[in-house]
């Protein structure tokens, strides 16, 4: 049974809303049959009580006067419902007593007799199995579950529920499990009480005691016919065992409404020491299987587990199937709880914890629980303190680990079998080898290849163009999945066999990879569990297993960088501090390809500046005796030297201070130079540079951010923020217009904001502000503050056509290739309020007049990227926001000879403006 139990609504509702719910209730019960819920709403409040008895009276009233008629079904609810919420409130064995103070005017206007008879004759013609001769009251009193007056016997039934079954701690429990947990217990109880639900009084033995619990007969013949008022009662067990575990760990518990009015009463009825008792055992918090590790052997702990009362606790066994064979423990540790028998949780030693691994408890051929495969471990890691840890999570420390091959520094424990017990240390974000895998302990997992990515470098083939991760190794494939039902693995085009397991994170699927060469490779995952094939992922990545930057030396005008690799060479890359990125030409098997890496010089702060780097000038104005600098990837013996202007020595000093691991120095004394134009701060290891930068007097200006490529908005503001302490002027031309006749705009260490034509390519320059305008080149302020960008204002578009150049496309749902493709246009008409634009596609004919090209000629146009050579990518959807392909197992150039269009959602067009 399936079942997830709310919170329960005691909102009184206001007068104006009761006929609403009062018509929800009635619904309600003409389709369930069923009303607990909204009687324990409407029995909080008396003006809504009076209110559904008086409809139950006019309803009552009706038929006495026509008792020919026959009964409406509404009519029946109407009386169902008020009988039902009287029970609720008032249930002992007087209930036709207090029907008649309830109808008070009926009795006093018709014979008690004929009243009785029609309130029997309606509540006759609501359908239930549970009728009986002895009373016809049954139904309402079951709806009911457990009245007012009965509540408090009730929590004596569920507290010893709390402390047998559930130790005294349902933490561990969500929602679902306690619905299951009651359902178990209430199906186990059922045969118990078929033989006695007419008496008031139940004996149950719990846990080898014997005691007697007051429960409403009526309660009872709800247990014992499990049908549909078996969820109310479920609901409201679980409701009374959360207000006892609040109670019994002395929390505060809100027992204001009328139906918990009574709960301080019955708690008080307790000593202090018959709240919370729970033992310490290892097991309550455990709802799985679980393994650890100690004193050098592998143990399984099991949980407690229930076992149906229809079960012989004296056929109760334990298998343990490994795969040297089965383990049978035949007289495991069983205790008796409410609704049956419950299998204690213990430890068993397992001498081969590798392989097949599963756990079975058996009531004869009965299977009573089956771990099936989630046990068995191709490798076990398990921390200094014994537990299992897996590798998509943060670790660092000592690993003991179950494993066929591991970490040649790993120290040898002992052999089992084919493989080994062994421990070794590992540091944060460490990789190491097991079972031939590279594997690392981080919780920081996302979809994605997982391996040794080379964050600075990328790798782009001349021939296909194709930018590629560079990974020094690869171990496995990340997706958003549950399982790897249906899940094709290709390789370079080749099929793969599929080894998985979960990450930390189970919405995740590690798909482990082969070894992989050197050069580029593609990875292709995809979807076939519907028979339908589509892809998940698509990756083209290059390996150079030997790809390291070794060393890097900052000279006074330039960064070396010494890079190794597979394919060539190790060589020095003499990079100017000016330049952040550097290209390296090579071949990989006769292809011409070209490296791409990063140039990141050392980082340092003065005071509370944030990160510079040494292209970020430093003004000896700005400094204050107390100034500090902060310098990273300094090594211990780390001196400094300084030099004026033009290479002379001013001074140097021996050894500096360090803080953790940065170098932390007093620059307060640079003040002394200040008759210097400028100076330059070295900072040298083993008496080679390895970091500097310049200090200014006064003359010098830094760019902080200015406009670069292509700038992509819907505003077209232009923005250039500068660092220095002199006015600056900038230049802004358009790259055609050499002229360079625009005005000067004034910069004064901040921000400017300028507009310019939209699809338009534009040249700056920074000089510094004289009296007069001058472009003469040297007054430039530094040669990075020059540079040019294409404008596109994408709000400029409307009304303008395009042509199409280029489709980007899958090819029998996997294969991603691209076409060129001619004579095709969208014309931008509109743009829609989520910054869309709305547009129409066409071709033109031999007469070069528009004609349609697709039978849809209306399309969603979304920019996703615009380049500085005045091209962009662009999706296309239908006006539904639908993709347009009917079937692209065909080669897409063929379709556009045709008027159909068989172009696939979500694949990017390219544009010329």
Same mark, same amino acid.
């Given at each position: 049974?399936?079942? +997830?139990?709310?919170?329960?609504?005691?909102?009184?509702?206001?007068?104006?809303?009761?006929?609403?719910? +009062?018509?929800?209730?009635?619904?309600?019960?003409?389709?369930?049959?069923?009303?607990?819920?909204f009687?324990?709403?409407?029995?909080?409040?008396?003006?809504?009580?009076?209110?559904?008895?008086?409809?139950?009276?006019?309803?009552?009233?009706?038929?006495?006067?026509?008792?020919?008629?026959?009964?409406?079904?509404?009519?029946?609810?109407? $009386?169902?419902?008020?009988?039902?919420?009287?029970?609720?409130?008032?249930?002992?064995?007087?209930?036709?007593?207090?029907?008649?103070?309830?109808?008070?005017?009926?009795?006093?206007?018709?014979?008690?007799?004929?009243?009785?008879?029609?309130? *029997?004759?309606?509540?006759?013609?609501?359908?239930?199995? !549970?009728?009986?001769?002895?009373?016809?009251?049954?139904?309402?009193l079951?709806?009911?579950i $457990?009245?007012?007056?009965?509540?408090?016997?009730?929590?004596?039934?569920?507290?010893d529920?709390?402390? @047998?079954?559930?130790?005294?701690?349902?933490?561990?429990?969500?929602?679902?499990?306690?619905?299951?947990?009651?359902?178990?217990?209430?199906?186990? /109880?059922?045969?118990?009480?078929?033989?006695? @639900?007419?008496?008031?009084?139940?004996?149950?033995?719990?846990?080898?005691?014997?005691?007697?619990?007051?429960?409403?007969?009526?309660?009872?013949? @709800?247990?014992?016919?499990?049908?549909?008022?078996?969820?109310?009662?479920?609901?409201?067990?679980?409701?009374? /065992?959360?207000?006892?575990?609040?109670?019994?760990?002395?929390?505060?518990?809100? #027992?204001?409404?009328?139906?918990?009015?009574?709960?301080?009463?019955?708690?008080?009825?307790?000593?202090?020491?018959?709240?919370?008792?729970?033992?310490?055992?290892?097991?309550?918090?455990?709802?799985?299987?679980?393994?650890?590790?100690?004193?050098?052997?592998?143990?399984?702990?099991?949980?407690?587990?229930?076992?149906?009362?229809?079960?012989?606790?004296?056929?109760?066994?334990?298998?343990?199937?490994?795969?040297?064979g089965?383990?049978?423990?035949?007289?495991?540790?069983?205790?008796?709880?409410?609704?049956?028998?419950?299998? %204690?949780?213990?430890?068993?030693?397992?001498?081969?914890?590798?392989?097949?691994?599963?756990?079975k408890?058996?009531?004869?051929?009965?299977?009573?629980?089956?771990s099936?495969d989630?046990?068995?471990?191709?490798?076990?890691?398990? %921390?200094?303190?014994?537990?299992?840890?897996?590798?998509?999570?943060?670790?660092?420390?000592?690993? =003991?680990?179950?494993?066929?091959?591991?970490?040649?520094?790993?120290?040898?424990?002992?052999?089992?079998?084919?493989?080994?017990?062994?421990?070794? %240390? $590992?540091?944060?974000?460490?990789?190491?080898?097991?079972?031939?895998?590279?594997?690392v302990?981080?919780?920081?997992?996302?979809p994605?290849?997982?391996?040794?990515?080379?964050?600075?470098?990328?790798?782009?083939?001349?021939?296909?163009?194709?930018?590629?991760?560079?990974?020094?190794?690869?171990? &496995?494939?990340?997706?958003?999945r549950?399982?790897?039902?249906?899940?094709?693995? !290709?390789?370079?085009?080749?099929k793969?066999?599929?080894?998985?397991?979960?990450?930390?994170?189970?919405?995740?699927?590690?798909?482990?990879?082969?070894? /992989?060469?050197?050069?580029?490779?593609?990875?292709?995952?995809?979807?076939?569990?519907?028979?339908?094939?589509?892809?998940?992922?698509?990756?083209?990545?290059?390996?150079?297993?030997?790809?390291?930057?070794?060393?890097?030396?900052?000279?006074?005008?330039?960064?070396?960088?010494?890079?190794?690799?597979?394919?060539?060479?190790?060589?020095?890359? *003499? @990079?100017?501090?000016?330049?952040?990125?550097?290209?390296?030409?090579f071949?990989?098997?006769?292809?011409?390809?070209?490296?791409?890496?990063?140039?990141?010089?050392?980082?340092?702060?003065?005071?509370?500046?944030?990160?510079?780097?040494?292209?970020d000038?430093?003004?000896?104005?700005?400094?204050?005796?107390?100034? +500090?600098?902060?310098?990273?990837?300094?090594?211990?013996?780390? &001196?400094?030297?300084?030099?004026?202007?033009?290479?002379?020595?001013l001074?140097?000093?021996?050894?500096?201070?360090?803080?953790?691991?940065?170098?932390?120095?007093?620059?307060?004394?640079?003040?002394?130079?200040?008759?210097?134009?400028?100076?330059?701060?070295? =900072?040298?290891?083993?008496?080679?540079?390895?970091?500097?930068?310049?200090?200014?007097?006064?003359?010098?200006? &830094?760019?902080? &951010?200015?406009?670069?490529?292509?700038?992509?908005?819907?505003?077209a503001?232009?923005?250039?923020?500068?660092?220095?302490? %002199?006015?600056?002027?900038?230049c802004?031309f358009?790259?055609?217009?050499?002229?360079?006749?625009?005005?000067?705009?004034?910069?004064?260490?901040?921000?400017?904001?300028?507009?310019?034509?939209?699809?338009?390519?534009?040249?700056?320059?920074?000089?510094?502000?004289?009296?007069?305008?001058?472009?003469?080149?040297?007054?430039?302020?530094?040669p990075?503050t020059?540079?040019?960008?294409?404008?596109?204002?994408?709000?400029?578009?409307?009304?303008?056509?395009?042509?199409?150049?280029?489709?980007?496309?899958?090819?029998?749902?996997y294969e991603?290739?691209?076409?060129?493709?001619?004579?095709?246009?969208?014309?931008?008409?509109?743009?829609?309020? #989520?910054?869309?634009?709305?547009?129409?596609?066409?071709?033109?004919?031999?007469?070069?007049?528009?004609?349609?090209?697709?039978?849809?000629?209306?399309?969603?146009?979304?920019?996703?990227?615009?380049?500085?050579?005045?091209?962009?990518?662009?999706?296309?959807?239908?006006?539904?926001?639908?993709g347009?392909?009917?079937?692209?197992?065909?080669?897409?150039?063929?379709?556009? #000879?045709?008027?159909?269009?068989?172009?696939?959602?979500?694949?990017?067009?390219?544009?010329?403006?």
């Open positions: 049974m399936n079942f +997830l139990v709310g919170q329960m609504d005691d909102t009184i509702p206001n007068r104006s809303d009761c006929d609403s719910l +009062l018509s929800d209730a009635l619904d309600n019960l003409e389709k369930t049959g069923t009303c607990y819920r009687l324990r709403i409407f029995c909080e409040d008396t003006n809504v009580v009076e209110h559904i008895h008086k409809v139950a009276q006019s309803v009552i009233r009706f038929y006495i006067n026509n008792q020919s008629t026959p009964i409406a079904g509404k009519d029946v609810e109407k $009386v169902i419902l008020s009988v039902s919420l009287n029970c609720i409130r008032k249930y002992d064995d007087r209930v036709w007593e207090h029907l008649r103070e309830v109808y008070r005017n009926l009795y006093d206007s018709f014979p008690s007799e004929k009243t009785d008879s029609v309130i *029997r004759r309606i509540i006759k013609q609501f359908p239930s199995d !549970y009728f009986n001769k002895t009373s016809i009251i049954a139904v309402p079951m709806m009911a $457990v009245s007012a007056n009965w509540i408090t016997y009730f929590l004596d039934f569920i507290l529920i709390y402390r @047998v079954n559930f130790n005294y701690d349902i933490t561990a429990f969500n929602d679902q499990e306690l619905f299951n947990s009651f359902a178990y217990i209430y199906k186990g /109880l059922s045969s118990l009480l078929s033989s006695n @639900v007419s008496n008031d009084e139940l004996d149950v033995s719990i846990s080898g005691m014997k005691k007697t619990y007051k429960l409403s007969q009526y309660t009872k013949a @709800v247990i014992v016919s499990g049908g549909k008022y078996i969820a109310d009662l479920i609901s409201l067990s679980i409701e009374c /065992l959360k207000k006892i575990d609040q109670w019994s760990n002395g929390l505060n518990v809100d #027992d204001n409404s009328y139906y918990f009015k009574e709960f301080s009463i019955w708690a008080s009825q307790y000593s202090t020491a018959s709240k919370k008792n729970a033992k310490d055992r290892k097991f309550c918090h455990k709802r799985l299987p679980f393994l650890t590790f100690s004193n050098a052997k592998c143990l399984l702990n099991t949980f407690d587990i229930n076992i149906p009362s229809d079960c012989d606790a004296r056929k109760i066994a334990v298998n343990i199937i490994l795969s040297s089965i383990k049978v423990f035949s007289k495991p540790s069983i205790s008796e709880i409410f609704g049956g028998y419950r299998l %204690n949780g213990e430890s068993y030693v397992i001498d081969e914890p590798l392989g097949l691994l599963r756990y408890v058996m009531c004869g051929e009965r299977i009573l629980y089956d099936k989630s046990l068995c471990r191709d490798y076990l890691l398990f %921390n200094d303190q014994g537990e299992e840890i897996q590798i998509d999570s943060d670790y660092v420390g000592t690993v =003991f680990a179950f494993a066929h091959s591991f970490p040649k520094d790993a120290y040898f424990i002992k052999s089992i079998g084919s493989y080994s017990l062994v421990s070794f %240390n $590992v540091k944060r974000l460490q990789r190491f080898l097991l079972n031939d895998r590279q594997m302990f981080s919780k920081d997992i996302k994605g290849i997982d391996g040794c990515l080379v964050q600075r470098a990328s790798c782009k083939s001349k021939i296909s163009l194709d930018s590629c991760n560079v990974y020094t190794s690869v171990s &496995s494939l990340i997706i958003k549950e399982n790897a039902i249906g899940l094709l693995l !290709y390789i370079d085009n080749e793969v066999d599929i080894q998985s397991s979960h990450t930390a994170s189970f919405d995740l699927l590690r798909l482990y990879l082969p070894p /992989l060469s050197n050069g580029f490779h593609r990875i292709i995952c995809i979807d076939d569990s519907n028979g339908k094939k589509g892809l998940l992922c698509d990756y083209r990545i290059f390996v150079d297993e030997q790809f390291s930057i070794v060393g890097e030396t900052l000279s006074r005008d330039e960064n070396i960088i010494r890079i190794q690799s597979s394919f060539f060479k190790c060589l020095d890359a *003499r @990079v100017p501090l000016s330049q952040d990125l550097i290209q390296l030409n071949m990989v098997f006769n292809v011409p390809c070209i490296y791409h890496i990063i140039s990141i010089p050392t980082i340092f702060s003065i005071d509370d500046s944030g990160i510079m780097t040494p292209d000038p430093v003004f000896l104005s700005e400094l204050k005796p107390s100034s +500090l600098l902060r310098i990273k990837a300094l090594s211990k013996n780390s &001196s400094l030297k300084i030099y004026d202007e033009k290479g002379n020595i001074s140097e000093t021996g050894s500096l201070r360090r803080e953790g691991g940065d170098v932390v120095f007093s620059i307060g004394f640079l003040l002394n130079y200040l008759s210097k134009k400028s100076i330059r701060v070295a =900072f040298c290891e083993d008496e080679i540079e390895k970091f500097g930068f310049f200090c200014y007097l006064h003359d010098k200006v &830094s760019i902080l &951010s200015a406009p670069q490529g292509a700038i992509f908005a819907s505003s503001d232009f923005s250039i923020n500068v660092k220095g302490p %002199n006015k600056v002027s900038v802004l358009e790259k055609n217009n050499e002229s360079k006749s625009t005005p000067e705009y004034l910069l004064y260490q901040g921000p400017i904001s300028w507009k310019g034509k939209s699809f338009t390519t534009y040249n700056y320059f920074l000089c510094e502000r004289s009296g007069f305008w001058s472009s003469d080149p040297q007054d430039y302020v530094f990075n020059q540079g040019s960008f294409f404008l596109a204002n994408i709000d400029a578009c409307i009304g303008m056509t395009f042509q199409i150049t280029h489709v980007s496309f899958l090819f029998k749902g991603h290739k691209n076409a060129a493709v001619s004579n095709i246009f969208v014309n931008i008409v509109a743009k829609t309020d #989520d910054g869309d634009f709305l547009g129409k596609i066409y071709k033109l004919d031999s007469h070069k007049e528009r004609v349609p090209f697709f039978k849809k000629t209306d399309v969603v146009v979304t920019f996703l990227e615009i380049f500085e050579d005045k091209t962009a990518y662009i999706l296309l959807l239908d006006m539904d926001k639908d347009m392909l009917v079937d692209n197992t065909s080669y897409p150039l063929s379709v556009f #000879d045709g008027d159909s269009c068989l172009l696939p959602v979500g694949d990017e067009f390219k544009i010329k403006f």
